[in-house]
T-cell receptor, first 109, second 117 residues
Framework: GIQVEQSPPDLILQEGANSTLRCNFS?????LQWFHQNPWGQLINLFY???GTKQNGRLSATTVATERYSLLYISSSQTTDSGVYFC???????????FGSGTKLNVKP | GAVVSQHPSRVICKSGTSVKIECRSL??????MFWYRQFPKQSLMLMAT?????????EQGVEKDKFLINHASLTLSTLTVTSAHPEDSSFYIC?????????????FGDGTRLSIL
């Protein structure tokens, strides 16, 4: 099956700092989404981004499908950004998600 | 507002009990829903694909008789953990893919935290 790798696995930031999270995948995909899982387990949909670049406030994401990676940028981080960030992909002709292992972010005040 | 409603949010019960979890699509009809499981400090793993009006498709290693899935309507799928044991304790979460042509995003319920004593 497809391999989805996220880096770094853990990240500690001081409030106000910027960061970049990376998601590499081993096969062509037709869907890629970034999620934030909060301490209560809720998965918050951040971006639906199979290709191109999107921005939403302090967050932005870029997917380069031809090179099989996606990046999530967090600017001016806040303590509420803490949690685990997952990317998930689906393959062509299949609509089930394969999740990466996640990046655990801890933003300190 | 919420697109997917999952209930209950938390269950604590004794070993041997069967537990039913409901996943409702609120905004659109869903012929396909997905069930995932997440153990502590791990990623989400797909358990099965729930198909309206037909049998669910289970991933390798997931016991069909243990995790019963029913998708009797276009807005409701249920997962029943039969005769649950402590090793079944986990976070279970469902998802629904948006309707429409072409690629569509998936939306997740808030999950069910199952603890078997």
């Amino acid at each position: 099956g497809i391999q989805v790798e996220q880096s770094p696995p853990d990240l500690i930031l001081q409030e106000g700092a910027n960061s970049t999270l990376r998601c590499n995948f081993s096969d062509s995909v037709n869907n890629l989404q970034w999620f934030h899982q909060n301490p209560w387990g809720q998965l918050i949909n951040l971006f639906y981004i199979p290709s191109g670049t999107k921005q939403n406030g302090r967050l932005s994401a870029t997917t380069v499908a031809t090179e099989r990676y996606s990046l999530l940028y967090i600017s001016s981080s806040q303590t509420t950004d803490s949690g685990v960030y997952f990317c998930a992909v689906t393959l062509y002709n299949f609509n089930k998600f394969y999740f990466g292992s996640g990046t655990k972010l801890n933003v300190k005040p | 507002g919420a697109v997917v409603s999952q209930h209950p949010s938390r269950v604590i019960c004794k070993s041997g009990t069967s537990v039913k979890i409901e996943c409702r699509s609120l905004d659109f009809q869903a012929t396909t829903m997905f069930w995932y499981r997440q153990f502590p400090k791990q990623s989400l793993m797909l358990m099965a694909t729930s198909n309206e009006g037909s049998k669910a498709t289970y991933e390798q290693g997931v016991e069909k008789d243990k995790f019963l899935i029913n998708h009797a309507s276009l807005t409701l799928s249920t997962l029943t953990v039969t005769s649950a044991h402590p090793e079944d304790s986990s976070f279970y979460i469902c998802s629904v893919q948006s309707s429409g042509t072409g690629n569509q995003p998936q939306h997740f319920g808030d999950g069910t935290r199952l603890s078997i004593l």
